[in-house]
């Protein structure tokens, strides 16, 4: 089954511990990228990548990072989270950039306290 | 940059109503603009891609437009169930790489 999955999906952590979201996709696209989602604000992207070892600042990328070393995984690293990124995260593929259909993952709920 | 902007933000309607979303976005040489729904707790599904060569795409129900000189696209929901409740986004390209999203319309349909 073609999929975008995440994990870990539920996320509660504390101020200044270093996490990493990871993301994975099935479907061989190229392109990928990250979102948070806050009430009132929508959907932001925070980083994305049109392949392996390229990647580029989204909207809101400070306090974040990201790596794509393989073309399947792109994971969000929190070198030091604040309650600021408390959020829920989305990572999506697509074929080869943002003009193609958009592939979700479920989502994860990160807390920071 | 782009920015796209959904009204309103939410909608509710009786089930069997045929009914229409908006979405307007500022940069008029979009080239594609993208509908998606969103479940509560859910990630998005892509439901419709509409080229601006296009102008229309239709997948069972839902017909959307784009219309470039007036800066909008439409979704079109035909004989709506309560299954359609849901946030529906729409997106457009805010530069070369990046899709911009609208805040959604959250939809509740009433049985």
Redesign the interface.
Same mark, same amino acid.
């Given at each position: 089954e073609a999929q975008?999955t995440q994990n870990p999906r539920y996320l509660i952590t504390v101020t200044g511990k270093k996490l990493t979201v990871t993301c994975s996709q099935n479907m061989n696209h190229e392109?990928m990228?990250w979102?948070r989602q806050d009430p #009132?604000? #929508?959907?932001?992207?925070i980083y994305?990548s049109?392949n392996v070892e390229v990647t580029?600042k #989204?909207?809101v990328p400070e306090g974040y990072k990201v790596s794509r070393k393989e073309k399947r995984n792109f994971p969000l690293i929190l070198e030091s989270p604040s309650p600021n990124q408390t959020s829920l995260y @989305?990572c999506?593929s697509s074929f080869n950039?943002?003009?193609?259909?958009? @592939? @979700? #993952?479920?989502?994860t709920r990160l807390t920071v306290l | 940059k782009q920015e796209v902007t959904q009204i309103p933000a939410a909608l509710s309607v009786p089930e069997g109503e045929n009914l229409v979303l908006n979405c307007s976005f500022t940069d008029s040489a979009i080239y594609n603009l993208q509908w998606f729904r969103q479940d509560p707790g859910k990630g998005l599904t892509s439901l419709l891609l509409i080229q601006s060569s296009q102008r229309e795409q239709t997948s069972g129900r839902l017909n959307a437009s784009l219309d470039k000189s007036s800066g909008r696209s439409t979704l079109y929901i035909a004989a709506s169930q309560p299954g359609d409740s849901a946030t529906y986004l729409c997106a457009g390209p805010g530069s070369a790489r990046q899709l911009t999203f609208g805040s959604g319309t959250q939809l509740t349909v009433l049985p």
């Open positions: 975008v392109y990228s979102y #009132g604000l #929508g959907l932001r992207q994305y049109m580029d #989204g909207d @989305f999506a950039g943002q003009a193609n259909p958009q @592939f @979700f #993952g479920p989502g | -």
